[in-house]
Nanobody, 123 residues
Framework: QVRLVESGGGSVQAGDSLRLSCTGM??????MAWFRQVPGKQREGVAN???????SYADSVKGRFTISKDNTNNVLYLEMTSLQPEDTAIYYC???????????????????WGQGTQVTVSS
């Protein structure tokens, strides 16, 4: 099955920015999303983007993160600014959803997943 690949993670200081990329999806014409997970905690939806570009964000990242996509090259992005220590987590991308226009942070709606990329933010 399709395996996505995340890149762009790393260790940064609070206030810094990072841009995550995700490739390998069959199409960017369905819902795509970013999730994150802290060891021992449940995976959390961060942001999602619909076929037409409509976006949605978790309250914890709203105003700081931006999800976008490149339909031509099949790339999903997550631009993260003003990073804080509480943003530290493994970030996963998800794609190839059965939904197109109304996207949700529902893990089972995404057919393709990456292995995750670590983001560590220190104060």
């Amino acid at each position: 099955q399709v395996r996505l690949v995340e890149s762009g993670g790393g260790s940064v200081q609070a206030g810094d920015s990072l841009r995550l990329s995700c490739t390998g999806m069959n199409s960017t014409r369905t819902c795509m999303a970013w999730f994150r997970q802290v060891p021992g905690k449940q995976r959390e939806g961060v942001a999602n983007i619909a076929k037409g570009g409509t976006t949605s964000y978790a309250d914890s990242v709203k105003g700081r993160f931006t999800i976008s996509k490149d339909n031509t090259n099949n790339v999903l992005y997550l631009e993260m600014t003003s990073l804080q220590p509480e943003d530290t987590a493994i970030y996963y991308c998800a794609a190839d959803s059965s939904r197109w226009f109304v996207c949700r942070d529902q893990e089972d709606e995404y057919a393709s997943w990456g292995q995750g990329t670590q983001v560590t933010v220190s104060s």
